[in-house]
T-cell receptor, first 110, second 117 residues
């Protein structure tokens, strides 16, 4: 079973920041938080991952709480092309299976 | 970046026939590949994990004799759906992990839409 909980759906206005929450209260010390997204009828795309520090790349920012029991993915300026299902996954860094939960369906609206 | 090519992108076959799906890592050596299945409006479900040169490890409930996985080289894994039936119609996706090329996440193929009629 997936070890994360996400809201099933969210809406965001184009140009605004999209903040997608994820709960992972049973995360282990050696498990990272990964975020992927899947645009309709395509394979998932890697976005970002982190262990305990906040991370930022060209796509998004990842904020992990100090107790590591939850995190937030931030898309700073959402566009219509960011409409997708976003998956939060926890796993050990090297190797290990990616087990997908239900994800959050993000709809970016004009 | 790391690229995984999956072929075909969509296939229609008759009930009772077999279908082979290929997954290739184009610019890295994939020591491990994963196969997923996704039904409409549902999340990805892991079917099996394959390591190059070894037998695949199947998830509970996945029939290994029906879904044959071969990972004979570091750049190619295949999934064969044998004696396909309409209930096997689904979106099949592969994912590859390897040495070098990337140290984070796994790279996914673009998926294969299988329709059994």
């Amino acid at each position: 079973d997936a070890k994360t909980t996400q809201p099933p759906s969210m809406d965001c206005a184009e140009g605004r920041a999209a903040n997608l929450p994820c709960n992972h209260s049973t995360i282990s010390g050696n498990e990272y938080v990964y975020w992927y997204r899947q645009i309709h009828s395509q394979g998932p795309q890697y976005i970002i991952h982190g262990l305990k520090n906040n991370e930022t790349n060209e796509m998004a920012s990842l904020i992990i709480t100090e107790d590591r029991k939850s995190s937030t993915l931030i898309l700073p300026h959402a566009t219509l092309r960011d409409t997708a299902v976003y998956y939060c996954i926890v796993r050990v860094d090297q190797g290990g299976k990616l087990i997908f939960g239900q994800g959050t369906e993000l709809s970016v609206k004009p | 970046g790391a690229v995984v090519s999956q072929h075909p992108s969509r296939v229609i076959c008759k009930s009772g026939t077999s279908v082979k799906i290929e997954c290739r890592s184009l610019d890295f050596q994939a020591t491990t590949m994963f196969w997923y299945r996704q039904f409409p409006k549902q999340s990805l479900m892991l079917m099996a994990t394959s390591n190059e040169g070894s037998k695949a490890t199947y998830e509970q409930g996945v029939e290994k004799d029906k879904f044959l996985i071969n990972h004979a080289s570091l750049t190619l894994s295949t999934l064969t759906v044998t004696s396909a039936h309409p209930e096997d119609s689904s979106f099949y996706i592969c994912s590859a992990a390897g040495t070098g090329g990337f140290g984070y996440g796994y790279t996914f193929g673009s998926g294969t839409r299988l329709t059994v009629v």
